[in-house]
């Protein structure tokens, strides 16, 4: 799997910002990668050395439109732990 896939794109939430001051940052990932190939696609992609990688799985949530349910998709989730003194240049607005 080529690193540029694994990561899909970040998420950008109020939560996910306050995770950002504790040193972790949240991803929108491949469902089929696991915790090893994320965590060395962010070191790879950002010149970073990531300590931890929380994955979980994203439930879809019920939505309406007009008269028929249905269900959003179901998206994977990581949330990869950084040392205190690295940082990821984009989070950041550099």
């Not at 504790?22 to 190939?37: E, H, L, M, T, W």
């Not at 050395?49 to 008269?67: E, F, L, S, W, Y």
């Not at 249905?70 to 990581?78: D, E, I, M, P, V």
């Not at 940082?87 to 950041?92: D, L, P, S, V, Y």
């Amino acid at each position: 799997m080529i690193y540029e896939d694994i990561l899909v794109e970040p998420v950008l939430s109020e939560k996910a910002n306050l995770l950002r001051e504790q040193g972790k940052y949240v991803f929108k990932v491949d469902p089929a990668a696991n915790k090893i190939q994320i965590k060395e696609a962010v070191r790879r992609l950002f010149n970073v050395h990531p300590i931890a990688c929380t994955v979980m799985v994203v439930g879809g949530k019920p939505k309406r439109q007009r008269n028929r349910a249905g269900y959003t998709s179901t998206w994977k989730k990581a949330i990869v732990r950084l040392p205190k003194d690295e940082k990821i240049g984009i989070f950041e607005g550099v």
